[in-house]
């Protein structure tokens, strides 16, 4: 049960929220990048990068483990 929400949540996030985590990404690096300079960018960058292919793996791997039902 806990595996079959996880799967859901993770690739509801996986697929619909591109748009809005690219969009918070744009603006708060944007942010970042006019206060503190490029290397915050790039560590920025990197961050959001990671989490959003963690998130990928995630739902992918769990809709993997999934027995058809």
Same mark, same amino acid.
């Not at 915050?40 to 989490?51: D, E, P």
């Given at each position: ?5 996880l @799967?859901?949540?993770?690739?509801v %996030?996986?697929?619909m929220? !591109? =748009?809005? *985590?690219f969009?918070?990404? *744009? ?7 006019? #206060?503190? =300079? %490029? &290397? @915050? !960018?790039?560590? $920025? $960058?990197?961050?959001?990068l990671?989490? %959003? &292919?963690? *998130? *990928? @793996?995630?739902? #992918? ?7 058809p039902?």
């Amino acid at each position: 049960m806990r595996t079959k929400i996880l @799967a859901i949540v993770s690739r509801v %996030f996986s697929e619909m929220a !591109f =748009g809005e *985590l690219f969009s918070v990404w *744009l603006i708060f690096t944007a942010i970042i990048t006019y #206060h503190r =300079g %490029f &290397m @915050a !960018f790039v560590v $920025s $960058s990197g961050i959001y990068l990671t989490l %959003f &292919m963690g *998130l *990928l @793996a995630t739902g #992918h791997l769990l809709s993997r483990s999934d027995p058809p039902e």
